[in-house]
């Protein structure tokens, strides 16, 4: 990998001839004069601006990854509040919430019911994806 500022000497002051063997265009040459006379009409902020976007590029991307992050967040919230519904059905926490010994065995026995019933299905479609993909491969 080359050096940034052999790079940069190479841009701005080129010393092979072009690829047709013709001399360099004299614009060429130039541009380190344009480049310098910008750097010391403007001074000091150029470099500011050079800092500025990189400072912008640096924000977008944190910006970005703590969108993506709060999103996720907010999805993780939503499912977890969705397989809590599917699993601990209000009616039936509420029957263990009651304290009652015959009613608090009525409700885990619905609850670990309704568990073995989803934990069937889940089983029954891994065993029908990998009955697939075994016909598959």
């Given at each position: 990998m080359r050096n940034l500022l052999q790079s940069l000497v190479d841009?701005?002051?080129p010393v092979r001839p072009n690829v047709n063997g013709q001399r360099i265009n004299p614009n060429d040459c130039l541009r380190?004069?344009?480049v310098t006379a910008i750097v010391v009409l403007?001074?000091?902020e150029v470099f500011?601006?050079?800092?500025?976007v990189a400072l912008l590029d640096i924000l977008g991307v944190v910006l970005f990854m703590t969108a993506f992050a709060v999103g996720y967040r907010m999805v993780g919230g939503a499912i977890?509040?969705?397989i809590q519904k599917i699993l601990f059905p209000t009616e039936w926490a509420v029957l263990i919430k009651l304290r009652q010994p015959s009613l608090?065995?009525?409700?885990?026995?619905?609850?670990?019911?309704?568990?073995l019933l989803?934990?069937?299905v889940c089983l029954g479609v891994v065993l029908n994806t990998a009955e697939v993909a075994k016909k598959m491969g």
């Open positions: 841009y701005l002051l380190f004069l344009i403007n001074g000091p500011l601006a050079a800092d500025m977890l509040t969705s608090v065995a009525y409700g885990m026995m619905r609850i670990g019911i309704n568990a989803i934990l069937a």
